[in-house]
């Protein structure tokens, strides 16, 4: 889930606040290929600002910054990886395939409230079509986003005990 006021990409051009996708509109998604189209959003969900839940901060070069849960899968040059799994050595992926580098890394728990979409209603590991952009990075949609995180769910956290 991405912290509300999350600008994703409804067009090459244009962006709009998570929170206020719904169902039916259009955003801008891809797979691996990065061959983005306009793709209708099938679900939509999130909660009011004011509901604390743990969050990660990554502020990128250029003065950028991705909030999101810790569980958010975001494509990275190693991968799709939860952001808690992110290193200042791990850079992420643009929409043209550049790559963003990572200044600081941050976790702590923040009250701006958290929303979530997807392009499918049902949960899926094929990242074709659940690539979305989040401040400009691509990011797995919510759909995506619990395909992998229940097919990954034995992976270990970095600071947590085993």
Not at 89 to 115: C, P, R, V, Y
Request: proline fraction near 3%.
């Amino acid at each position: 889930m991405l912290v509300n006021g999350t600008q994703i990409a409804i067009s090459a051009t244009e962006t709009k606040a998570i929170e206020d996708l719904q169902v039916g509109d259009t955003v801008w998604a891809a797979g691996l290929s990065r061959d983005w189209k306009a793709t209708a959003v099938k679900y939509s969900s999130g909660t009011g600002r004011g509901a604390a839940s743990p969050a990660v901060l990554c502020k990128v070069g250029g003065d950028r910054e991705l909030i999101c849960a810790r569980n958010q899968w975001v494509l990275t040059t190693r991968g799709l990886l939860t952001i808690d799994r992110l290193t200042p050595d791990d850079k992420l992926i643009q929409a043209d395939g550049q790559t963003a580098d990572i200044i600081a890394l941050t976790i702590g728990m923040l009250q701006l409230g958290e929303s979530a979409i997807a392009t499918s209603p049902m949960a899926t590991t094929d990242p074709e079509g659940h690539l979305i952009l989040a401040q400009g990075f691509m990011v797995a949609d919510y759909a995506l986003n619990m395909g992998l995180s229940l097919a990954h769910q034995e992976a270990p956290v970095v600071g947590v005990s085993d």
